[in-house]
T-cell receptor
């Protein structure tokens, strides 16, 4: 079965500290994985996707098929990174989201 | 440019009432998804359209839920005989993707918050 797990509901770090938001998945085929972000009072929006291997706002995520993980990382967190982050997995005709991690970056 | 819009933004329904939620996708977007997001949870997939064809409705929780996109543009999610457990935010997203595999970004609407009393 297709499933996305984000083990941390809440994550709090200080500004300038590294941050890692965990995501594990289960999928029988070749996965297509994404990170979506929702800032306060804004819509859900795409942050990055593994197929493009890009870095957005300093965030990167590497697909590790052996560990079935797609953790999101940033070396130096900023206060504006405070938001809700969702890991998502695309199936044949659907998209499955994790429960989300609320990141708070303290000054 | 105009993004995905949804109406109404808020809906309060008495238990047993029928409701209809509307989604206007970005013009030209082939793919359209509906999601249900309960409080404190991530979006849960409900159904997927490619143009007017409903290719996946495996996420619809019961036969009280029905979605349509008759002309391949605007979509309506209908919930019959609403129950309290239907209270959630209903999100619509559209995409240029022609495969449903998520190769293209999904653009989300603001959601409709449904409260069943």
């Amino acid at each position: 079965a297709q499933r996305v797990t984000q083990p941390e509901k809440l994550l709090s770090v200080f500004k300038g500290a590294p941050v890692e938001l965990k995501c594990n998945y289960s999928y029988s085929g070749s996965p297509e994985l994404f990170w979506y972000v929702q800032y306060s009072r804004q819509r859900l929006q795409l942050l990055l996707r593994h197929i493009s291997r890009e870095s957005i706002k300093g965030f990167t995520a590497d697909l590790n098929k052996g560990e079935t993980s797609f953790h999101l990382k940033k070396p130096f967190a900023q206060e504006e990174d405070s938001a809700m982050y969702y890991c998502a997995l695309s199936g044949l005709n659907d998209m499955r989201f994790g429960a989300g991690t609320r990141l708070t970056v303290k000054p | 440019g105009a993004g995905v819009s949804q109406s109404p933004r808020y809906k309060v329904a008495k238990r047993g009432q029928d409701v209809a939620l509307r989604c206007d996708p970005i013009s030209g977007h082939v793919s359209l998804f509906w999601y249900q997001q309960a409080l404190g949870q991530g979006p849960e997939f409900l159904t997927y359209f490619q143009n007017e064809a409903q290719l996946d409705k495996s996420g619809l929780p019961s036969d009280r839920f029905f979605a349509e996109r008759p002309e391949g543009s605007v979509s309506t999610l209908k919930i019959q005989r609403t129950q309290q457990e239907d209270s959630a935010v209903y999100l619509c997203a559209s995409s240029l993707d022609q495969t449903g595999r998520g190769a293209y970004e999904q653009y989300f609407g603001p959601g409709t918050r449904l409260t069943v009393t």
